[in-house]
T-cell receptor
Framework: QQQVKQSPQSLIVQKGGISIINCAYE??????FPWYQQFPGKGPALLIA?????SEKKEGRFTISFNKSAKQFSLHIMDSQPGDSATYFC??????????FGDGTTLTVKP | NAGVTQTPKFRILKIGQSMTLQCTQD?????MYWYRQDPGMGLKLIYY???????DKGEVPNGYNVSRSTTEDFPLRLELAAPSQTSVYFC??????????????FGPGTRLTVL
């Protein structure tokens, strides 16, 4: 039973464009909603995260939008750059420390 | 701090062989995890541990075993390797209550091929 569904599986964006990745979760017993970024040959690393009592979180060019009633959240990358090309995972994390991950989105930003 | 380290980086096994994937963290985190990452399938939790001497199964534990004798180390054992265990394995650690978002810190991964 997949508790976090992520889309799209892959995404190609032109340099300077906006990249949008969406996630939906089923279980309401999650306390944090992080996004991880993974470059080829590396482990995932935390990019940005949000708590469910906040509707939006912005850090530089990266923004999380969170809709608690719809159980959906999304990552927006403004002014996408070739260096943003990576795989992005959304996750839902409980206070107990366990995370459930989406299947990942491979982002390619074309110069 | 080295963070989370994993050895080996790459390994090829024959069907039926066994091996241990090593994971060490130097952040004094109580929680440690093992994931496998298959192409297009995200990260699946194999086993996790909330402290030395305590381990529990995740989503996909069959064919694997773990132990946690110290806070720092969390080895993953594969017995009777099968082609279905070909994957990239990631170890991670966290300290719930310390980081704002219960962030997990990942190692660089071990790429395992079973032929």
């Amino acid at each position: 039973q997949q508790q976090v569904k992520q889309s799209p599986q892959s995404l190609i964006v032109q340099k300077g464009g906006i990249s949008i990745i969406n996630c939906a979760y089923e279980n309401t017993a999650f306390d944090y909603f992080p996004w991880y970024q993974q470059f080829p040959g590396k482990g995932p690393a935390l990019l940005i995260a949000i708590r469910p009592d906040v509707s939006e979180k912005k850090e530089g060019r990266f923004t999380i939008s969170f809709n608690k009633s719809a159980k959906q959240f999304s990552l927006h990358i403004m002014d996408s750059q070739p260096g943003d090309s990576a795989t992005y995972f959304c996750a839902a994390t409980s206070n107990a420390g366990k995370s459930t991950f989406g299947d990942g989105t491979t982002l390619t930003v074309k110069p | 701090n080295a963070g989370v380290t994993q050895t080996p980086k790459f390994r090829i096994l024959k069907i039926g062989q066994s091996m241990t994937l090593q994971c060490t963290q130097d952040m004094n985190h109580n929680y440690m995890y093992w994931y496998r990452q298959d192409p297009g399938m995200g990260l699946k939790l194999i086993y996790y541990s909330v402290g030395a001497g305590i381990t529990d199964k995740g989503e996909v534990p069959n064919g694997y075993n773990v132990s946690r004798s110290t806070t720092e180390d969390f080895p993953l054992r594969l017995e009777l390797a099968a082609p279905s265990q070909t994957s990239v394995y990631f170890c991670a650690s966290s300290q719930p209550g310390l980081a704002i978002y219960n962030e997990q810190f990942f190692g660089p991964g071990t790429r395992l091929t079973v032929l």
